[in-house]
C-alpha cells in the first residue's frame, strides 16, 4: 500500500522505469482521494509486483467509491488492462488500453506546447510579502490620492481563482511593482530609501510599515522594497493567455491588452493566438490532460509546467484556424458583455473542428465524450 503519488511525480521517475523493464507489474488499484484513512488525505493505492519478466499488460482498477464489501469482487467486476509499453516516462495514466491508444493518437498529431511557444510557459509571480505587496481598491485609490505617481508603480494583480475559462481578467487587487534592480536604474543617488520616499512618497510610507518583515525575505531584490529576481517580469506586460494552476478543467482565458500579473497559483503562456487558447480550452485537450496529471480532493487538477508543455497542439489548415479564431472571438465577446453567458452551443463546435482536426473518428469521439463525461460530473464543472 503506497500513495499514488509516484505515478506521475518527477521524483517517481526512476521507480516508474525500473517498474517497466526490471518486474512485473501484477496489479495497480487507485483509490484516489477517496477517505479509506479518516484521519488524512492520502490518495493510497495498492501496488501488486512480481519478480519475473514483465507480460505486456496488467489489470488496472480505479476506485471512485467505497461503497462495497469486498474489494475482491470490486476489483473483479471493475477491472481493466493496461498495456505496459504504452505508459509514458513522464508519468503513468491508468486507463484501458482503447484509451490508452487514443491517447497515443492525441500525442502523436501535434508539438508539445512548449515547443509551441518557444518554452514561453511561465509561473506567476511570488512576493514573498503580500500583505506588503498586494493590495486592494481602497488602498490604490488612497495612495493615488495621496501621490498620483503611485500610479505609475502599480499593477493589475490577478489569484488563480480571479482566472475563468474564456471570461476577460477582472480583479480588484494591485501589486506594488518595484522589481530586482529597478531602484538602481532610477537613481544613483547614495541613499536610495531616501530617493524612494521623496520620488514615490505614498508607496514608500505604505511599505515602512512591513519593512522588518520585508527584510527577512530570503527571495527579495538588492532592497528590501524591490521584488525578487525575475528574469520574464516583460512578458506581463505582453498580451497572453492565462490559467490557475488549480481547477477542475482547463480555466484557460485571454489577456488581450496586456498589462494583467498573476500571482505564483497562476500560470501565463507567451501567445495571444485564439486558435491556441481555442484548442486548449476543448473537450479534447481536458480528456488529454486529465490522463496525464494527478487529480486531489474534489476532483481538482494541477496545471503545472511538468505537464502543460506536453500538451499536444496541432498547425491546422487555415480554413480551420480561422474558423476557431473566430468561434473563439465570439466566446471572448459574449463573456465581455456577460461574464456567465451560455456559450455551450459555439464551445461544442469548437470541439468538433478540434476533433477534426486531430483525427478523431466518430467512434473515438463517442469514446472520449463517455470518458469526458464521467471525469467532469463534479460541482462548478462549468468553470
Request: charged share 30%; hydrophobic share 35%.
Amino acid at each position: 500500500i503506497v500513495a499514488n503519488k509516484w505515478m506521475r511525480a518527477n521524483y517517481g521517475k526512476a521507480l516508474r522505469e525500473w517498474m517497466k523493464s526490471d518486474v512485473s507489474v501484477d496489479g495497480i488499484h487507485d483509490f484516489g482521494d477517496l477517505p479509506v484513512f479518516e484521519e488524512a488525505t492520502t490518495y493510497p493505492c495498492l501496488l501488486q509486483l512480481k519478480n519475473a519478466t514483465a507480460t505486456g499488460t496488467f489489470w488496472a482498477t480505479v476506485v471512485e467509491h467505497l461503497d462495497f464489501d469486498d474489494l475482491g469482487k470490486f476489483i473483479e467486476e471493475y477491472r481493466f488492462e493496461v498495456i505496459q509499453d504504452k505508459l509514458q516516462e513522464d508519468g503513468w495514466a491508468l486507463i484501458d488500453k482503447k484509451s490508452q491508444l487514443l491517447l497515443d493518437k492525441i500525442r502523436s498529431k501535434g508539438i508539445p506546447l512548449g515547443e509551441y511557444v518557444k518554452g514561453k510557459i511561465y509561473r506567476g509571480i511570488l512576493t514573498g510579502l503580500n500583505e506588503a505587496f498586494v493590495i486592494d481598491e481602497a488602498t490604490k485609490e488612497k495612495l493615488i490620492a495621496k501621490d498620483p505617481k503611485s500610479k505609475e508603480l502599480l499593477k493589475s494583480f490577478l489569484a488563480g481563482r480571479d482566472i475563468k475559462r474564456y471570461q476577460p481578467p477582472k480583479t480588484d487587487k494591485y501589486l506594488i511593482f518595484i522589481p530586482n534592480g529597478w531602484t538602481d536604474q532610477q537613481t544613483d543617488d547614495h541613499d536610495k530609501w531616501g530617493w524612494l520616499k521623496s520620488t514615490y512618497p505614498a508607496i514608500a510610507g505604505h511599505l515602512a510599515q512591513y519593512e522588518e518583515n520585508a527584510r527577512k525575505r530570503y527571495d527579495k531584490g538588492k532592497y528590501w522594497w524591490e521584488l525578487r529576481a525575475c528574469d520574464y517580469y516583460t512578458e506581463f506586460e505582453k498580451p497572453k493567455i492565462m490559467l490557475p494552476d488549480i481547477s477542475l478543467r482547463g480555466n484557460f482565458t485571454l489577456d488581450k491588452e496586456g498589462g494583467n500579473y498573476v500571482v505564483n497559483t497562476a500560470y501565463i503562456i507567451g501567445s495571444d493566438e485564439k486558435y491556441l487558447l481555442g484548442i486548449l480550452a476543448s473537450n479534447l485537450i481536458d480528456f488529454y490532460y486529465r490522463t496525464i496529471s494527478s487529480t486531489y480532493r474534489g476532483g481538482y487538477l494541477r496545471f503545472i509546467y511538468q505537464y502543460l508543455e506536453t500538451i499536444p497542439i496541432v498547425e491546422p489548415d487555415e480554413a480551420s484556424k480561422k474558423l476557431i479564431e473566430e468561434k473563439v472571438q465570439q466566446i471572448l465577446e459574449a463573456k465581455s458583455t456577460t461574464l456567465d453567458a451560455d456559450t455551450s452551443g459555439i464551445e461544442s463546435e469548437i470541439d468538433k473542428i478540434v476533433n477534426s482536426i486531430y483525427s478523431i473518428s466518430d467512434a473515438e469521439i463517442l469514446q472520449l465524450s463517455g470518458c469526458y463525461t464521467a471525469s467532469i460530473d463534479l460541482p462548478n464543472s462549468k468553470l
